[in-house]
């Protein structure tokens, strides 16, 4: 019995949850405020996101330095080292401090 609530208020429900369901891929914020122009989209949750510092990658809970592998939260207290299954994890899927531009290239 309970009900869990994220910090941002979005209410977990054990049936007919649908947040984050591949579907649809609103940020919870969206939801809430409506979505934002083209050119101006939420980059996460937060809106404006955090500033990720120099060579870093936010992982969620805290921001990752890829080259001593430790992650610190938010107000850089250390939280733990990554392991190599993290380390991958994290490299492929979280936002980085950098852009990266990728050129298209048309099939021949």
Not at 22 to 43: H, N, V, W
Not at 44 to 56: A, V, Y
Not at 65 to 89: C, G, M, Q, S
């Amino acid at each position: 019995q309970g009900k869990y609530t994220f910090a941002d208020g979005l209410e977990y429900e054990d049936k007919k949850w649908h947040y984050c369901d591949g579907y649809d891929r609103r940020f919870y914020t969206e939801i809430c405020s409506g979505l934002k122009p083209a050119g101006i989209s939420q980059l996460t949750n937060l809106d404006p996101p955090r500033k990720i510092p120099e060579g870093c990658y936010d992982c969620g809970d805290g921001f990752y330095n890829p080259e001593t592998r430790v992650i610190v939260d938010y107000k850089f207290r250390f939280l733990r080292n990554a392991d190599d299954d993290e380390h991958e994890w994290i490299i492929r899927t979280c936002r980085k401090a950098w852009d990266e531009t990728i050129e298209h290239k048309p099939k021949p």
